[in-house]
């Protein structure tokens, strides 16, 4: 299903608190491992589609006293950002309400590059790149981590559970987005013109009592959310009783003996040559 849920793409995962939530418990060492140690003190940093920040003071402190820029199109988060960065003392960022397609900067300008869970959510996937590509450097280096959503998952998963997750992937395509773009970033960096491309994979796992109960909540604040099932039912990709069966499946899983959860996502990174 690749038809478009509306004319104007929209941002899929929206800005709600139940959303920020997840985004709150993330932060450089946990999400940008692949890219942390790479990172030398002086080196100025880009991380584009920033949202509320919370890796980017990780990385701005591991490039320190480097430049850090962070730019992402909705200005609710860059207002957060700017209240994380203030709050943990970060003086070296500078956070920007601005479009990966058009980067306020000048060619050549960074010694690194970094998105997370963006490129996932951006329609035009060359654009995006060789905009990030004109910024970097030679030699400067780009990391990505995105989702692989198709191989995400609830263990033990209810019948109908995989229809959710089959749900859940139209919705992002509807809107534009890539829910597999996770292992097509080597497809993607390589088509851009970037060199030196290095792949792995990693999940955002859920498996003590509190990280089930987050999920759990997570699911049923996120994706049963009015705005959520009301796109759906309207686009077709889902009745409201198949969302009822799901919510109804979503909390057996919650008291399951053995429950656990994974986010699957795919991290890249390569060279401007
Ligand atoms: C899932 S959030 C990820 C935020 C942050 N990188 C993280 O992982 O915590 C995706 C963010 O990308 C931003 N975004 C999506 N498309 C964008 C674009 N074309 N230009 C700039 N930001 C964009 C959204 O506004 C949103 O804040």
Redesign the pocket.
């Known amino acids: 299903m690749t038809s478009r849920i509306s004319a104007e793409h929209e941002?899929t995962?929206g800005?709600s608190p139940e959303f920020l939530q997840l985004?709150d418990r993330?932060n450089a060492h946990t999400?940008a491992a692949h890219l942390v140690s790479q990172l030398r003190a002086g080196m100025r940093l880009l991380?584009?589609?920033?949202?509320?920040g919370?890796?980017t003071v990780g990385l701005a402190a591991a490039v320190k006293p480097g430049e850090v820029h962070g730019?992402?199109?909705?200005e609710s988060?860059i207002e957060m950002a700017r209240a994380a960065a203030s709050a943990g003392g970060h003086d070296n960022i500078t956070f920007h309400v601005?479009?990966?397609?058009e980067l306020p900067f000048e060619d050549n300008y960074f010694d690194a590059a970094h998105?997370?869970?963006?490129l996932m959510?951006?329609p035009d996937t060359q654009s995006?790149l060789r905009e990030v590509k004109r910024v970097l450097k030679p030699g400067g280096i780009i990391a990505s981590r995105e989702m692989i959503a198709g191989s995400s998952f609830v263990e033990p998963a209810g019948e109908h559970i995989p229809d959710a997750w089959a749900t859940f992937i139209r919705l992002l395509a509807g809107n534009g987005g890539h829910p597999e773009m996770g292992k097509e970033l080597k497809r993607a960096l390589l088509e851009a013109g970037f060199a030196d491309v290095n792949t792995g994979g990693s999940f955002d796992y859920f498996d003590t009592a509190e990280e089930i109960s987050f999920l759990h909540a997570f699911i049923n604040d996120w994706f049963f959310m009015p705005q959520v099932v009301a796109a759906a039912t309207q686009y077709g990709l889902a009745t409201q009783a198949e969302f009822d069966q799901w919510r109804l499946e979503i909390d057996q899983w919650e008291d399951a003996v053995g429950a656990v959860g994974g986010l699957a996502f795919g991290e890249a990174i390569a060279t401007k040559p």
Request: charged share 15%; net charge negative.
């Open positions: 941002y995962m800005y985004l993330r999400h991380d584009f589609g920033c949202g509320p919370t890796i730019v992402d199109m909705e988060q601005g479009n990966v397609y998105c997370h869970a963006v959510h951006v995006a």
